[in-house]
């Protein structure tokens, strides 16, 4: 079925940016919430953002509104998460994942059917 391969992790240090990719084969994201989640170590894993297919609507958590920004690519078979102003506190595993289009948009992990394998960004001086 649909597959998720992320990209773009990497090392920054606080106040620094990283733009993450999100690859789907088997299908476009046309008709799926795409959704971003992080777990940093030792922690719960937390939803980030997510973008609609249909309609290109966007949600933030609290916790990066203002700094990060979810988009699609005009083919609809990448989503990207732009990272500014890093913190710390932003070091995770991030991983994408895709919902149903009708669910809406939602950082509810059990809607989620289909997760990458995750790209790790780091947050350090």
């Known amino acids: 079925q649909l597959q998720l391969v992320e990209s773009g992790g990497g090392l920054v240090q606080p106040g620094g940016f990283l733009r993450l990719s999100c690859t789907a084969s088997?299908?476009?994201?046309?008709?799926?919430?795409t959704g971003w989640f992080r777990q940093a170590p030792g922690k719960e894993r937390e939803g980030v953002s997510c973008?609609?297919?249909?309609?290109?609507?966007?949600y933030y958590a609290d916790s990066v509104k203002g700094r990060f920004t979810v988009s699609l690519d005009d083919t609809k078979t990448t989503a990207y998460l732009q990272m500014n102003s890093l913190k710390p506190e932003d070091a995770a595993m991030y991983y994408c994942?895709?919902?149903?289009?009708?669910?809406?948009?939602?950082?509810?992990?059990?809607?989620?059917?289909?997760w990458g394998q995750g790209t790790q960004a780091a947050v350090s001086s």
């Open positions: 088997g299908g476009t994201l046309n008709y799926w919430i």
């Open positions: 973008i609609s297919g249909t309609d290109g609507k966007t």
């Open positions: 994942a895709v919902a149903p289009w009708w669910i809406g948009l939602n950082l509810t992990e059990n809607k989620y059917l289909y």
